[in-house]
């Protein structure tokens, strides 16, 4: 390992998978965890699980947040968590936001999710959430 | 004047008691920031107030793009819909034409706003979730069917593939025996906006406005009765950008389409009446009538002044107007009703022409058919129940109202000259200077949500836990499949030869600047060549766009 623990900053990927152009929150949430000091990499719009999976490991990622407005997050987010597994990237924190209905949130957990924030949820609690979610030995 | 020594008396005396009086602790500002004074006063109006303010119907049409305004007529209340495949889309049309709709909006789902096919792979899980999948031509039909095409007037939100899903339109309306010069309706068409904010796009920003200017040129010879292009500021509202923001990004997109038409040799007149605008109806509610007014007189000016135009429609901004879907909240839905009905007064007493109003639970999911009800009956309650459509702009010349549209006039022309130093629309969202723009806007909201120092009610504060949920429309997930079966179905019972010979064509046309793509789009579509293909073929020639993001 790199330099001693203390000294890295916590990795965030903020991704959009599928095909909707709603970005106003990723950009909001890549903006406020760059605020709060950890290191964001924003990948653009319109992601595949597979380009997601594959700067989560490029960048050495803590965390994924994925932003998906489309409804189609039954179908997305199941596919990076396997993707992830696949590449004994499971240690990865796998956030999820956006309009996701309340039903769908156990079964999002069940999967490998660690958290659901869907709209309204403050960007200090996603912080707060992501800093105590990655594993000690990171600052910020 | 004798009257006048006593009246500066007077509003001294006020200044002095006021300034003695107890201030809330608010910052009293605009949703957007802009600050708002304690009382305005004659001496906050335009110096030349006759001039202008005006006569509805008359320049510079602050107060109204007709004379009669809802006097005449009542706006067109226009519900937004669309979901799973065409046959449902089609049930929910007649279900808002059977309870006093008065015109159709189609919304299309996320695989054929970016130009895919059902089922492409990166369609996956994408069929029918924000809107309906139209893949076909046949799709297009049943979209439509039992709804006579030369009668109603549909309006269609899409951008990209916009000259698409109109070949579509025009030959489904053929097959019913209706000709394109019958149609009414409007076509979204308005590409700058898709880089700028709603971010559905399928070639570079260069190849794309020659298709826009391809289809505004066919819509002027063949099309007298429809709207090429529908200016829009809702989805850079939506994407967070402020009122002003939302004004300045929408009116020089417009005046962009129109430079460009101009440029190709149109005449001005030819198609200038025939674009219209949307915008967004946001809830701070003063703002909002303020900027349609503002809006409505650029616009005159611009065409008149800038372009030349001599046929006063040339001068009209006739827009539509949704309410905001950003100031819902998912927590206490029902609260939903309450801000939709403020945000479409505003949109009234601002004189639209067309106006969507959100369903309650549309931060949730897509609406269900009662809330789509409720929202729909929002508008009959305005139109027939407050008496606000007895007089024509009641609000015109109130001090506020009238200081803050020369206000938002401002700020867009300050917005326009930054613009033009960068050269232009086209260049300045290359240099993503409205990008930039909007997404600091937005977190600056944001910040002042999380601080407490804007209260969104139920979310910063009047929580109330242990809420009940309504009950949500759920899309089946069945409906994707069979939306792919429909479209391989196409495929393989089509004349083969007669689809690839008409992409073959297209292909061609696009390699040649000059060519009108239309009517290669209109062979294609009546070849039954699908969406995903049309697309496919221009873009071997224009190639595709990846975004540069800024946050």
Redesign the interface.
Known sequence: MSGPPSSRKIRVVVAKP???????G???I???L?DAGMEVI?T???Q?PEQIVETVLQEDADAVGLSIL???H???VPRVVSLLRDQQADDVVVTVGG?I???DIPELKRLGVAEVF???A???AIIDFIRQAVPPGHSA | MATEPREASEQEAWERAYAQSRERRSPFQTLSGEPVEALYTERDLPPDPGHAIGYPGQPPFTRGVYPSMYRGRLWTMRQFAGFGTAEETNRRFRYLLDHGQTGLSTAFDMPSLMGLDSDHPRSLGEVGREGVAVDTLEDMETLFGGIPLGEVSVSMTINAPAAIMLAFYVVAAERQGVGPERLSGTIQTDILKEYIAQKEWCFPIDPAMRLVGDMIEWCSEHMPRWHPVSISGYHIREAGATAAQELAFTLKDGLTYVEQAVQRGLDVDDFAPRLSFFFNAHIDFFEEIAKYRAARRIWARELRETFGARDPRSWLMRFHTQTAGVSLTAQQPLNNIVRTAIEALAAVLGGTQSLHTNSFDEALALPTEEAVRVALRTQQIIAHETGVTNTIDPLGGAYFVEALTDRMEGRAYDYFAKIDELGGMVEAIKANFPQREIAEAAFEHQSQVDAGERIVVGVNDYRHEDEQLPSLLHIDPALERKQVDRVRAVRSRRDPEAAEQALGALREAAAHPGRNLMPGLLDAARAQATEGEMIGALQTEFGTYTETPVF
Not at chain 1, 18 to 24: A, E, M
């Open positions: 599928g095909l909707d152009g709603h970005d106003r990723a950009k909001i890549a903006r406020a760059r924003y653009g719009l319109h595949t489309s409804g189609a039954m179908t997305l309009t209905p309340a039903d869907t709209p309204g403050p960007t200090q």
